[in-house]
């Protein structure tokens, strides 16, 4: 079974920064594109950033500039550093990642999309 656990959710002020952790756990042979995705009240969710293996990175308009993707391939976790938060960053942030794990019933490793229960973080005054 994988599991991917994010933290570092909660309230801040507008303009301050919170950074986001995502641990995966598991028997993952590998860690493929990982990211992170958001989703406010009453709205769709939305890719908010994604990163490579290889580190390449890819980011919502509505973020550049404020927030940073980055992960640690052997500790199989990867961070959303988020600075200029603004009331409309406030939404469940949840973290997803492409990986191959074990399947003791297949005995083997095939490809699979894995979701976290997500994390909330409310900017406001």
């Known amino acids: 079974q994988v599991d991917l656990v994010e933290s570092g959710g909660g309230l801040v002020q507008p303009g301050g920064s919170l950074r986001l952790s995502c641990a995966a756990s598991?028997?993952?042979?590998?860690?493929?594109?990982m990211g992170w995705h958001r989703q406010a009240p009453g709205k769709p969710r939305e890719l908010v950033a994604n990163?490579?293996?290889?580190?390449?990175?890819v980011y919502a308009d509505s973020v550049k500039g404020r927030f940073t993707i980055s992960r640690n391939n052997a500790e199989k976790t990867v961070y959303l550093q988020m600075t200029s938060l603004q009331p409309e960053d406030t939404a469940v942030y949840y973290c997803n990642a492409d990986l191959l794990a074990y399947v003791p019933t297949l005995r083997n490793y095939p490809p699979m999309n894995k979701w976290g229960k997500g994390t909330l973080v409310t900017v406001s005054s």
């Open positions: 990163i490579t293996q290889n580190g390449d990175s």
């Open positions: 598991g028997y993952i042979y590998s860690l493929r594109t």
